[in-house]
């Protein structure tokens, strides 16, 4: 009977050190169960999943009621402090009391993170199949909870029609007749209060389109957002929000310069690094070079550099 | 006798004018102090103690009006040519240009490409030293600055040019 003890002991400390757990087995008074679990522990370590399969069977075979229920708790129980562990939240793996499982977490962790969405894939099926509800309940509140989705509930009140796009986790689309009003609405509402407006650029997306976009952060509120408007490259206008943002002036002075979209109502739309009277907006697709600058000739092309 | 025969102390050296003038304008040729791009952070190098521009007699002046030497120190895009050519007439004669760096001897980085680059500062200005790298050590524009002296050293200002 004691041996049949003996023998199980040292299964769960070899499966707990092929987890990186070794401080149990050295932590074992008996010196011939010390032993005799490294011993295993050697041999297992040639073999781990091999070593894995069979003993978690035999364990499961062993005592089937009770230690099998456990497990499968802990399993879940694992797999979902694992995945918060790679969401950053490393306080409740830490928080843990058992060590052996503590340290399973953390090397199922290691593991996870070598290849994070797939485990993320994996595991949110067997998590729902465990607690389904709660976790749909989660990401259904979290997406509510996001900044982006309280816009477009405000939006859709104030301005309907001003967001364009479907899929707004990312982004938010705005027509660009609505944007000033929208600006002020970002700024100025309590619930949303973005008072930096962090960076203003623009892209030239092809398809005869010129985009700027707006990425804005909240001090206050810690949250952020980024806005995208297009407009058509024959008639690429956007109400300036220079007034609301002051940061903004600079912003659109360069926009204007490399993309030459046209801010209304900017008081000061003059090119900020270029020369005045340069032809041409440089990082448009179709850009072509002027011939010359001041009887200064620009060579379209050098020959022979490759 | 000659008029001048032993009419001197010892302590008299007798030269031909125009060779003192090139000698007294090649041991101080004060520069212009600007600089377009990194290559600045060399000339400052150049000037600062450690190497010391000024046991060669180049003193930086701020103002053109009162340099000798002009170092394009740097990239030098289309907006900027117009303005170096404008301080380049601001100086008074004699005057010289050292072109520092790849972007002021070629366009450097941006030969090929970068439509808003001048390629090589000589399309705007006569230059009298290509002074390579990117951007050259102190120790490089040192070397040029000397070789600017001798060239200097060399000239014949009151001598009549044969045609």
Known sequence: ?306 | MGLLENKFNDNIIVEKLDKLLSWSRSTSPWFFQFGTACCAIEMMAAAASRHDLMRIGMIPRSSPRQADVMIVAGTVTMKMALRVKKLYEQMADPKYVVAMGSCATSGGPYWQHGYHVLKGVDIVIPVDVYVPGCPPRPEALIEGLLKLQEQILEERPLTRKMA
Not at chain 1, 95 to 117: M, Q, T
Not at chain 1, 200 to 229: C, P, V, W
Request: one cysteine or more; aromatic letters at 8%; glycine letters at 4%.
């Open chain 1, 1 to 306: 009977m004691s041996a049949d003890m003996d023998n199980s002991k040292i299964i769960e400390l070899v499966l707990g050190a092929l987890d990186g757990d070794m401080d149990t087995i050295n932590a074992i008074e008996d010196r011939v169960v010390r032993s005799k679990a490294k011993a295993a522990l050697f041999k297992a370590k040639k073999d781990p999943e091999g070593y894995r399969a069979k003993n978690i069977v035999s364990s499961n075979d062993s005592e089937p009621s009770s230690k099998a229920v456990s497990n499968e708790v802990k399993d879940a129980s694992l797999i979902n402090l694992v995945l918060k562990g790679l969401d950053g939240d490393m306080d409740s793996v830490n928080a843990i009391e058992d060590r052996v499982f503590r340290s399973k977490v953390k090397s199922a962790l290691v593991k996870a993170k070598k290849n994070p969405e797939e485990f993320k894939k994996l595991n949110h099926l067997s998590t729902k199949s465990v607690d389904t509800e709660t976790v749909e309940k989660t990401q259904s509140e979290s997406k509510k909870d996001s900044i982006s989705f309280k816009i477009k509930e405000m939006a859709d009140s104030k301005f309907p029609g001003s967001i364009t796009n479907e899929n707004i986790e990312d982004f938010l689309l705005v027509k660009s007749d609505l944007w000033y009003d929208f600006a002020d609405m970002l700024k100025n509402e309590s619930s949303f209060l973005f008072d930096s407006l962090q960076c203003q650029t623009g892209f030239d997306i092809g398809e005869d389109t010129l985009e700027a976009r707006y990425n804005l952060h909240s001090m206050t509120k810690n949250h952020y957002i980024e806005i995208r408007i297009q407009v058509p490259v024959k008639n690429p206008q956007i109400p300036s929000v220079e007034t609301v943002w002051r940061i903004a002036d600079w912003f659109e002075r360069e926009t204007y310069d490399m993309f030459g979209i046209e801010f209304l109502k900017h008081r000061d739309l003059r090119r900020i690094l270029l020369p005045e009277d340069w032809e041409g907006w440089p990082l448009r697709k179709n850009y072509e070079v002027q011939e010359t600058y001041h009887g200064i000739v620009i060579p379209k092309m050098k020959e022979g550099w490759e």
